[in-house]
């Protein structure tokens, strides 16, 4: 017999079976034309550190799907690897070279940070695969790529040549958001904003020649009064009247539409909109005929003439009705420049100094510059006012410093014809985004067909492949590069010079004789070669076997931030590359949220470290939870606890102790240190793990099975293999294998369709409250019995082997651990015909939905019966009744329930020590009973001499009052119109019938009440 612990040990199973899977080369792949292809590649985490619990769910989810193909019998490819996230990479390498070494990249030199960079890759990069591979991740590791590898950098070169080949890529002069620190442009997609304390300056403009009647200056306000000096206008509405009545109308509605706490404000809004009317419309009025009249201000400290220009974006309704134009610092006032045709004016150096158009100013910090010209402006006489204001200021999310909107030249790609055919692969149904509502998200983004800016001016990623050269002429670079169609050019007539593209090779500075070429500094956003992710990995340009056999590839497991950055992208480029979609459907994942519904991010420390979940819980039960929460409706809120490493008490996390360094337990006193210290003091405490409750159920799921397993292992000496005979199936073997084919066709169909909690939850269903609490218990007297045992053992190994099989994807580690000790017991199983076992669980065949093994009339009985069985389970602990106490119960049902019920009446006796005595709709309720009411069927059991009375008196009254109480509440809520008349109907029909189940709830207890109150006191003893 099996001598086996009591406890799953999580730790033993990870260590012995990932190498053993590795060993055989499971999770390997070659295309194989007798078999179907299923392939995903892997949304490769930057290489910037440890992964985090979004990237557990959204390999976890990867891994059940690929783990389910390889046993269906498909060729299973998962493609491994990493990105190298140029600017948050370069950021953080860095940030430590300043902080540990004091130097900065220019000290370093660009050969020099990009050797350190890959240096950091290395390792971090070392460690995030290891992270995968501790996840049970069945990646095919020989297959690993890196967005810098030569196999994807030869893909972007291709890409970039191709696109530039065709006039798809330009060089233009844009707006774009400017990270001073790191000097580079970043991507929408890496700002965030946060409100901070500032002001609104208001200052004066004088006007230059003012005629009578008219004003002779012109109030603006700014909240960056260091952009005036790159100012190239004074904007004024073009109709303001018009504009102030259109306000005045929208006000007036909203307010007598608006319920009464909102209208103070409104009336507030809408009184300062009429004193505007009267007090400013008139300066508007006349600033509006100047503009047009083409009238001038003198912009102060800088003395440079700018015109008055009427145009939309001065909003009549904000401000002083005016508003300054900075095309070059500001996006809605780029806008404005295009429209009036304005001189755009970058006062900004890289560095975030100012430039020589600053005037005096050069030289100085934006910070610097600010308090200067605002002191400046004071001694003229010119600031009109200053308020406090909050802020809504931009930052980088990569240096956390603010964003400068700057005018700088930038590479892009034209999206009109490629935004049409990556919307053209999702209406033609050729891409399927899954749940189907992110597909107007997708859809929306692409319409608006703006360019899309891929330089980036880093020393981190792809170089891009342009030379410049501004002396040769065509003839000559015709010469140069003739015979070679890998080398390609373009005028760039803005500034005056030869675009040379070249496809595999670098060129030579003299590779035009008598000429000098010189190379483009900026780089690709790491977007561009990520795009390429689902070819470039199999082997792009080149016509591999393994691009026609796995392209395109199966599915995208990926989270809703970046359909447009990334899904949007590869659609459009497999497109074009590879003339076919990268995938033929794309599933969006929900996203994991703290208790207080935010993201988790290790600058907030509110993240869950998936490595502290598998220390404490095991890889199993990280990948059940996290598969258990994957709904399709709504993201997975999860609590979140410090778990204390000297009692091990979980200390729940807030808002308010999630960022301290040090915090001290509630239970045993004693200090521990967090993810935020710093001081030596506090780094010498033994530090908090930072986990999850949602994980300890599926670490107690996970030691259930293992304990049935344990039984059924432990009860299979003597196991002989064969068929089982219908005629040797007693009825609860019926039952439990056509719950099993159910249950097959259940998980099957869940997980072709992405529902993964469906799946987790509809297995777990079955493995606990059917195969473990019912099943398992059912069979323990027949293992007791010669002549029954070995049909018995039959059913146990048969339903435990595709029970394993059908978690397996989800549960990896234990489905093995079982599976080579089922082998080990009974190395040959099946009730249809004995067959051998898989040497491995992961090559074992899928199971199949056997429809000649349903029986939906016996399923429903047990069902039923389950049902009966928990309730009176229920009343036995309720009432305190010990568990050897025989009890009996009687129940009113109708006639076909009871024809359901009566041939169940043996097991109610073995698995609830209770008697049935009586079933029908005329049953009447015992003198002295305790019930419980079911859909169809009230329950009663016989208490007399098994109770105390007057102690169950007293909880009835106890009962009766908390239902009085809450009708009261109830009752109270639905008097209330204001709720009445503005919830949703469906909200109050629920609170309806939840009145009326409360009542229904205390009529029952009142008249369980009445009838013990009345028994004679001889019967109360």
Request: net charge negative; charged share 25%; glycine share 6%.
């Amino acid at each position: 017999m099996l001598d086996l612990p009591k406890q799953y040990d999580h730790q033993s199973a990870q260590k012995r079976w990932y190498p053993f899977w590795e060993s055989r080369g499971y999770f390997h792949s070659e295309p194989d034309p007798a078999k179907r292809p299923f392939t995903i590649v892997i949304p490769p985490p930057n290489v910037t550190g440890a992964l985090h619990l979004g990237h557990a769910l959204n390999n976890t989810l990867q891994d059940i799907l690929i783990r389910q193909k390889r046993m269906q019998g498909f060729e299973a490819l998962w493609v491994p690897g990493t990105d190298h996230a140029g600017i948050a990479t370069q950021a953080v390498v860095e940030r430590r070279l300043l902080e540990e070494e004091g130097k900065t990249r220019h000290d370093l030199g660009r050969e020099g940070l990009v050797g350190r960079i890959w240096a950091w890759k290395n390792q971090y990069e070392a460690r995030i695969l290891a992270q995968l591979k501790q996840m049970g991740c069945s990646c095919d590791w020989a297959r690993t790529r890196f967005t810098l590898d030569p196999v994807c950098a030869r893909a972007v070169r291709h890409t970039f040549f191709r696109l530039f080949q065709q006039r798809l890529i330009y060089r233009g002069k844009r707006l774009v958001n400017w990270d001073t620190m790191l000097q580079t442009a970043v991507a929408d997609d890496e700002v965030f904003h946060e409100t901070v304390p500032g002001h609104f300056w208001y200052f004066y403009y004088p006007v230059i020649d003012p005629r009578p009647g008219e004003p002779d200056r012109v109030m603006i306000a700014t909240t960056r009064p260091e952009t005036m000096l790159g100012d190239t206008a004074v904007a004024v509405h073009p109709d303001p009247a018009r504009a102030l009545e259109r306000i005045e109308r929208e006000l007036e509605k909203k307010l007598a539409e608006a319920p009464e706490r909102e209208k103070a404000d409104l009336a507030a809004e809408l009184d300062e909109v009429r004193r505007r009317r009267v007090e400013l419309l008139p300066e508007l009025l006349t600033l509006r005929d100047m503009a047009h009249d083409g009238r001038r201000v003198m912009l102060p400290l800088v003395d440079r003439p700018i015109p008055l220009v009427a145009d939309e974006w001065a909003k009549p309704e904000m401000g002083t009705g005016c508003v300054k134009i900075t095309p070059a610092h500001d996006p809605n006032d780029y806008e404005v420049g295009l429209r009036q045709g304005l001189p755009m004016i970058n006062i900004l150096n890289p560095d975030g100094t100012l430039n020589e158009f600053a005037g005096r100013y050069r030289g100085q910090a934006v910070l610097e510059a600010r308090q200067n010209v605002v002191a400046d402006l004071e001694k003229l006489g010119l600031v009109a006012k200053i308020e406090d204001r909050q802020i809504d200021l931009a930052h980088s999310d990569r240096s956390k410093t603010p964003i400068e909107p700057l005018l700088t030249d930038q590479w892009f790609v034209r999206m009109e014809r490629l935004s049409q055919m990556a919307m053209d692969a999702v209406t033609s149904g050729r891409v399927k985004i899954l749940p189907q509502r992110y597909t107007k998200g997708y859809l929306d983004w692409l319409s608006e067909k703006r360019d899309w800016p891929i330089s980036r001016q880093l020393w981190w990623g792809h170089q891009i492949p342009i030379w410049y050269c501004k002396t040769a002429t065509e003839d000559e670079l015709k010469a140069a590069f003739r015979g070679r169609s890998d080398v390609v050019w373009q005028w760039d007539g803005d500034h005056r010079q030869w675009l040379i593209c070249a496809e595999e090779e670098d060129l030579a500075p003299d590779a035009v004789p008598g000429h000098e070429l010189r190379r483009e500094n900026d780089v690709l956003d790491t977007w561009f070669s990520s795009a390429l992710w689902p070819h470039s990995t199999l082997g792009w340009p080149d016509a591999t076997p393994e691009l026609g056999y796995y392209y395109p590839t199966s599915v995208l497991v990926t989270s809703r931030d970046i359909i447009t950055l990334w899904v949007a992208r590869m659609v459009l480029t497999g497109l074009f590359n590879c003339g076919d979609v990268p995938f033929r459907e794309v599933f969006i994942h929900p996203k994991i949220l703290d208790a207080y519904g935010e993201t988790m991010s290790k600058s907030k420390g509110n993240g869950v470290d998936p490595l502290d979940v598998i220390e404490k819980f095991g890889a199993d039960s990280l990948r059940f939870g996290l598969a258990y929460l994957t709904t399709e409706t709504q993201d997975i809120r999860m609590p979140v606890a410090f778990e204390c490493p000297h009692c091990q008490a979980l200390i729940e996390q807030t808002k308010e102790n999630r960022t301290r360094p040090r915090i001290r337990c509630v239970h045993c006193q004693k200090d521990f240190s967090t993810q935020w210290a710093q001081k030596q003091a506090d780094r010498a405490l033994p530090r908090a793990a930072v986990v999850s409750e949602r994980f300890e159920s599926a670490r107690n799921f996970c030691n259930k099975l293992w304990n049935a397993a344990r039984f059924t292992l432990m009860n299979l000496e003597g196991y002989t293999p064969g068929a089982v005979a219908e005629e040797e199936l007693r009825v609860e073997d019926r039952w439990v294998l056509s719950r099993l084919a159910t249950v097959t066709g259940q998980v099957t169909e869940a997980l072709a369709a992405y529902q993964y909690a469906d799946a987790a939850r509809t297995l777990y269903g079955f493995a606990w409250d059917e195969f473990c609490s019912f099943y398992v218990e059912m069979v323990k007297g027949r293992l007791q019995d010669p002549a029954a045992r070995p049909v018995a053992q039959r059913l146990l190994a048969h339903v435990l082997d595709t029970l394993l099989r059908l978690l397996h994807p989800m549960i990896p580690f234990l489905t093995e651990e079982v599976w080579q000790l089922l082998g080990q017991a009974a190395p040959e199983r099946g009730i249809d015909a004995a067959r051998p076992a898989a040497a491995s669980i992961m090559i074992a065949p899928w199971p199949e939905a056997d429809p000649a093994r349903r029986d939906p009339e016996i399923e429903e009985r047990f069902a039923r019966f389950q049902e009966v069985l928990r309730a009176v389970r229920e009343i036995r602990s309720r009432q305190n009744v010990p568990p050897r106490q025989s009890i009996e119960f009687a129940a009113r049902c109708d006639a076909a329930t009871r024809a359901l019920l009566v041939p169940m009446e043996p097991y109610f006796a073995s698995m609830a020590g209770a008697r049935p005595t009586a079933w029908g709709p005329e049953v009447e309720a015992p003198a002295i009973s305790a019930n419980a009411t079911l859909p169809g069927i009230e329950i009663f059991v016989d208490l007399a001499g098994l109770i105390d009375l007057d102690a169950e008196i007293a909880r009835k009254k106890d009962e009766l009052a908390r239902l009085d109480a809450r009708i009261a509440t109830q009752r109270k809520k639905l008097a209330n119109e204001n709720f009445v008349q503005r919830a949703p109907a469906a909200v109050v029909q629920k609170e309806r019938d939840t009145l009326r189940d409360l009542e229904g709830q205390r009529d029952a207890t009142a008249a369980v009440l009445d009838r013990l109150a009345s028994l004679p006191q001889g019967k109360r003893s």
